[in-house]
């Protein structure tokens, strides 16, 4: 009975904690390694970070083992460079910046930050030294305040609004009647998508770490939106090493390299302008961006004429 009731436990436990207002993807998986099955190893040390340089070393992967998800992949993004990873629909871009944070671990290979296998260093501290902006963010029932102040909660009022203003999502909260008090979240004020985003990156900017992981939203946002929020992730991986895990291409144009991943493995990598140049993959998909992206402008200018 014991042995049935104990997993029956802890699933009611999750989903109390889901209901109460929970979160964010690190928060979850604090929960979530009460029972996880990705442990520190016993003699586990903390990451140190100086430059920091993250390298993928012929990197496989699978979730179920007759479908192989990452291929070999090899790339390394020099410290406070930006590196972009871009490609069709399922090819695994996502799973590449899970496997940095830890979510799951490389079958073959090594994920490595400052040349420590990041399957060597403590959960903690790696969590600590990666900061993640993830594609949704579920935000806590609590104020917008709390909201940000959450990526370093001894941060003053003052440092709050700051971050809110790099993220460019001040002068919406100042357009709140209850200003940085709103509560928001399932029980308060419900943020679009866009607006959730940028509350993530000001939190993000707050904890300040020297590595980041951008994994933008897949929803469609309208222009304004998506240069505000372009803005906002300009700021914050300035001088950090940062990957992006782009599903736009307008946002890596100005990426130090892009890889482009199809099927799990590297087909093409290098600038923008090289990348057009090849007239391959990356052209295919920037052709054909631009063509939906007329398309709709077309359709925009045709509403508004109407
Ligand atoms: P998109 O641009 O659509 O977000 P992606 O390139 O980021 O795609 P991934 O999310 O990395 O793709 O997923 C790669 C493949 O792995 C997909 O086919 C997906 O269905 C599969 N996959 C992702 N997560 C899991 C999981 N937890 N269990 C099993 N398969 C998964």
């Given at each position: 009975?014991?042995?049935?009731y104990?997993?029956?436990?802890?699933?009611?436990?999750?989903?109390?904690?889901?209901?109460?207002?929970?979160?964010?993807?690190?928060?979850?998986?604090?929960?979530?390694d009460?029972?996880?099955?990705?442990?520190?190893?016993?003699?586990?040390?903390?990451?140190?970070?100086?430059?920091?340089?993250?390298?993928?070393n012929?990197?496989?992967?699978?979730?179920?083992?007759?479908?192989?998800?990452?291929?070999?992949?090899s790339?390394?993004?020099?410290?406070?460079?930006?590196?972009?990873?871009?490609?069709?629909?399922?090819?695994?871009?996502?799973?590449?910046?899970?496997?940095?944070?830890?979510?799951y671990?490389?079958?073959?290979?090594?994920?490595?930050?400052?040349?420590?296998?990041?399957?060597?260093?403590?959960?903690?501290?790696?969590?600590?030294?990666?900061?993640?902006?993830?594609?949704?963010?579920?935000?806590?029932?609590?104020?917008?305040?709390?909201?940000?102040?959450?990526?370093?909660?001894?941060?003053?009022?003052?440092e709050?609004?700051?971050?809110?203003?790099?993220?460019?999502?001040?002068?919406?909260?100042?357009?709140?009647?209850?200003?940085?008090?709103?509560?928001?979240?399932?029980?308060?004020?419900?943020?679009?998508?866009?607006?959730?985003?940028?509350?993530?990156?000001?939190?993000?900017?707050?904890?300040?770490?020297?590595?980041?992981?951008?994994?933008?939203?897949?929803?469609?946002?309208?222009?304004?939106?998506?240069?505000?929020?372009q803005?906002?992730?300009?700021?914050?991986?300035?001088?950090?090493t940062?990957?992006?895990?782009?599903?736009?291409?307008?946002?890596?144009?100005?990426?130090?390299?892009?890889?482009?991943?199809?099927?799990?493995?590297?087909?093409?990598?290098?600038?923008?302008?090289?990348?057009?140049?090849?007239?391959?993959?990356?052209?295919?998909?920037?052709?054909?961006?631009?063509?939906?992206?007329?398309?709709?402008?077309?359709?925009?200018?045709?509403?508004?004429?109407?």
């Amino acid at each position: 009975m014991m042995q049935i009731y104990r997993p029956l436990n802890f699933i009611g436990f999750v989903y109390r904690e889901i209901r109460q207002g929970l979160t964010d993807i690190e928060n979850m998986f604090e929960l979530l390694d009460k029972d996880a099955e990705i442990k520190d190893k016993p003699d586990a040390k903390p990451l140190e970070v100086s430059g920091p340089v993250l390298k993928f070393n012929d990197v496989k992967f699978h979730y179920d083992p007759d479908r192989e998800i990452l291929k070999g992949v090899s790339f390394e993004v020099p410290a406070g460079k930006t590196i972009a990873v871009v490609g069709p629909s399922g090819a695994g871009k996502s799973t590449i910046s899970r496997l940095i944070y830890r979510f799951y671990d490389a079958i073959e290979g090594s994920v490595e930050i400052d040349g420590q296998d990041v399957r060597d260093v403590t959960q903690k501290s790696l969590r600590a030294s990666v900061g993640m902006v993830p594609q949704d963010t579920v935000l806590f029932n609590d104020t917008i305040a709390y909201n940000i102040r959450y990526g370093r909660p001894e941060a003053t009022d003052e440092e709050v609004r700051e971050a809110a203003k790099l993220a460019q999502i001040s002068d919406f909260i100042d357009g709140l009647p209850q200003g940085f008090d709103t509560p928001v979240g399932e029980r308060g004020l419900k943020l679009s998508g866009g607006e959730k985003q940028r509350v993530a990156i000001a939190r993000t900017i707050l904890k300040s770490p020297p590595i980041l992981i951008l994994d933008e939203a897949t929803s469609a946002l309208d222009t304004q939106t998506e240069r505000e929020i372009q803005s906002a992730l300009d700021h914050v991986s300035q001088n950090r090493t940062t990957l992006v895990i782009a599903h736009r291409l307008s946002t890596v144009i100005n990426a130090d390299e892009i890889i482009v991943l199809r099927a799990g493995e590297i087909a093409e990598r290098g600038n923008h302008e090289a990348l057009l140049a090849l007239d391959g993959l990356y052209a295919q998909m920037w052709n054909r961006q631009r063509e939906v992206d007329e398309a709709g402008e077309k359709l925009r200018l045709a509403r508004e004429t109407d």
